[in-house]
């Protein structure tokens, strides 16, 4: 059974940080990629960041490139993601995610095939 648990997430000012991990049961190294996704309340889960096993592909999401960093630790069997500069419209509950998928890095939650409970962030206007 593959499990995939979130922490991190907070209640921060605008132009705050924050690190959120995502932990999973198994060695991340069996999954070919990892990704973050979103959902804000009445929105749909969009595609935050994702990553590749071996950490040289990443992708971001136009509204987090540069103040967002995606990373993995397959020896920790650990994904992180690094969120800088934090505004009121990156709350949301944040998901990690991860898959088999041996195609380009998907951006869609269709792509992945295994996902976490979520984890609140929250960054009053």
């Known amino acids: 059974q593959v499990q995939l648990l979130e922490s991190g997430g907070g209640l921060v000012q605008a132009g705050d940080s924050l690190r959120l991990s995502c932990v999973a049961s198994?060695?991340?190294?069996?999954?070919?990629?990892m990704g973050w996704f979103r959902q804000a309340p009445g929105k749909e889960r969009e595609f935050v960041a994702g990553i590749r096993r071996s950490s040289l592909t990443t992708k971001y999401a136009d509204s987090v490139k540069g103040r967002f960093t995606i990373s993995r630790d397959n020896m920790k069997n650990t994904m992180r993601l690094q969120m800088n500069s934090l505004k009121p419209e990156d709350t949301a509950v944040y998901y990690c995610?991860?898959?088999?998928?041996?195609?380009?890095?998907?951006?869609?939650?269709?792509?992945?095939?295994?996902w976490g409970q979520g984890t609140q962030v929250t960054v009053p206007s």
């Open positions: 995610a991860a898959s088999n998928n041996w195609g380009p890095l998907p951006i869609t939650d269709s792509g992945y095939e295994f």
């Open positions: 198994g060695r991340t190294s069996n999954y070919i990629v």
